[in-house]
């Protein structure tokens, strides 16, 4: 190993700041994370809550809700090359105390992000529906599905608006501002879901498709709100509503960072795609147990994802002010969290989920509930893996290192996963547990990828 490989080489265990140091380092991770936690808390609740209001329509439409929304997010998180971008970017601007080029950096992405939601949206509406048959859906859960996917991406360019602005901010160290309009957001959502898929006030009853125009209804909503901060002042990023003009070279420099980090969400979702039509092999009933499982998992994984945004930021902040001592003690101290975190809510987890299942989703059947348990017991076991891959890989991306993420994500979902549940369903006619097993060997794979990146420091050397 060459000198310069063992000077950028990242200890585990021996700190370098002093003590004033580090706790500055961790009311800066909290001050981030504690807002994610909320507001990612929030939408999540806003998606159980309509798949809980959808689900006392029937399995058919629960299953086609969240079916829908799996190929809604495929497409959709190709703006995380955008928003990822955007995010790396506007960090180290402002960590480099230049902050009207962070507002530059914001307002390009606006101008190509807005071009791009409109290309995605008519490709999504156009491959809704062979989407749905192909994955092997019954014919009511292909019609349910194509009208709430449909209607879902007729929003989806002032949606995606809103997304890049949030992005933006939590880039320039505020995440308490898109936390505040989230919550603004997901009170409209809520009330009307309830209001359109049960019509109320004498509206009709919309069922499925008035379930996708509340989400529309709220993020149009919150983009709104969002654009009123910056002739209000009230904008952490300076940016200027006039003078909307492409610059290839900042646009450029969005994707080149962002890019890996789409493309690693992308190969995710089709992956979770792929894994669902496994899942269907089992049934309408198996493939609902699933859908309540996946319900319930994002507010077990709260901890690691506000952890991560926090990472993504302050890893590049201190990397554009070149504070490499502080980026390194980021990793350390997001890793203990968020692996403690994730640790405790497992074992919360493994022993209330047949209560939580019960309580949600009150319609289901005996079995349908036995088998949500079971998978919902088997993701706590997982969840603390899930907390050593989510904190690297947020520390990766705000060094602009987004490709050994991507490597990982890809090299665990479909070999790790994908790859054994075939061979566990194909060959040996598994029962279901040993598919959904699949996400152990997934999660090793990824955090043996991002973590010999991360000790390797090599990530310092990024140019963005």
Not at 34 to 49: I, R, Y
Not at 119 to 129: E, H, K, M, N, Q
Not at 302 to 317: D, E, I, S, W
Request: aromatic share 10%; net charge positive.
């Amino acid at each position: 190993m060459s000198d310069t490989s063992k000077s950028l080489r990242l200890s585990l265990f021996r700190e370098s700041l002093n003590a004033e140091e580090l706790a500055e380092l961790r009311s800066a991770l909290w001050r981030l994370a504690w807002p994610v936690f909320v507001a990612q808390g929030m939408s999540q609740a806003v998606v159980l809550a309509s798949r809980i209001m959808v689900n006392s329509l029937g399995e058919a439409e629960l299953a086609a809700v969240g079916v829908g929304q799996m190929i809604f997010f495929a497409l959709i998180v190709l703006l995380g090359a955008v928003g990822m971008g955007v995010t790396a970017l506007v960090a180290r601007h402002v960590g480099a105390g230049e902050p009207e080029q962070a507002g530059l950096v914001l307002k390009q992405s606006l101008i190509v992000g807005s071009l791009f939601a409109g290309l995605i949206s008519v490709a999504g509406i156009l491959s809704a529906r062979p989407l749905l048959r192909a994955l092997g859906n019954a014919p009511e859960v292909v019609e349910h599905g194509a009208n709430y996917i449909n209607t879902l991406y007729l929003g989806l360019v002032p949606m995606a608006l809103g997304f890049f602005i949030g992005a933006g901010l939590r880039g320039a160290g505020d995440a308490r501002t898109p936390m505040i309009i989230s919550v603004f957001m997901n009170f409209i959502n809520v009330f009307a879901c309830w209001v359109l898929v049960f019509g109320k006030f004498g509206l009709p009853k919309m069922g499925v498709t008035g379930a996708a125009l509340a989400m529309d209804i709220s993020f149009i909503s919150a983009t709104v709100v969002f654009f009123l901060l910056f002739p209000l002042k009230l904008s952490a990023v300076p940016m200027h509503l006039s003078g909307w003009k492409l610059e290839k070279a900042t646009a450029w420099r969005i994707f080149r960072i962002g890019a890996p980090t789409a493309a690693e969400w992308e190969l995710l979702q089709i992956g979770l795609v792929v894994f669902i039509s496994i899942v269907n092999h089992y049934g309408t009933g198996t493939t609902a147990a699933y859908i309540i499982g996946m319900s319930v998992l994002p507010f077990a994984q709260l901890p690691a994802f506000g952890l991560q945004a926090a990472t993504t930021t302050v890893v590049g902040q201190s990397l554009g002010g070149k504070n490499y001592a502080r980026a390194e003690s980021t990793f350390r101290l997001s890793l203990r969290w968020s692996l403690g975190w994730m640790a405790l809510l497992g074992f919360a987890t493994f022993f209330l989920s047949g209560p939580l299942v019960r309580t949600l989703f009150p319609n289901d059947n005996p079995e349908t509930y036995r088998l949500a348990t079971l998978y919902l017991q088997l993701i706590a076991v997982t969840q603390p893996l899930m907390g050593i891959a989510f904190a690297v890989s947020g520390g990766l991306r705000g060094a602009g290192d987004t490709v050994w993420p991507l490597i990982g994500q890809a090299t665990g979902m479909y070999l790790g996963r994908i790859g054994l549940a075939l061979i566990a369903q194909r060959w040996f006619h598994a029962p279901v547990i040993f598919i959904w097993a699949s996400m152990f060997p997934d999660f090793l794979i990824r955090i043996i990828i991002v973590s010999s990146r991360m000790r390797s420091g090599k990530w310092k050397m990024v140019r963005v």
